[in-house]
């Protein structure tokens, strides 16, 4: 446990540094200062490393435009349902690495 202050606002951390088999490490902070609201924010859940919710969205996204790509390319049923099933499993694995694709080009870009 850390307890630290400026002038009258202190404010108390504590860690738990090895925390019991199947129990996430928590991190608790307080404070007394007046007018400052803490909140805990759980953590959000990832996937591959991106937001799980936004990889899924994208990859949705980018899975309907080839399915109907396929569909206009393709014109047999059993390839294109195969596809679009595919495609459908691996949305959230396809929006991550839109994400990161997108990082890497706004890296480049600058």
Known sequence: MCR????????TVELLVQPPRGVSPVILVSTDHVGVKMQYSAPKPLAFGE???RAAMFGLA???LLVILLAQVLRQPLILSLGAVTLGAMTT???????KLGRQVMRVLG
Not at 4 to 11: M, P, S
Not at 93 to 99: F, R, S
Request: glycine letters at 14%.
């Open 4 to 11: 630290c202050g400026i002038g009258k606002a202190t404010w």
């Open 51 to 53: 937001h799980q919710v």
């Open 62 to 64: 980018a899975a309907v």
């Open 93 to 99: 694995l396809i929006g991550a690495l839109l994400i």
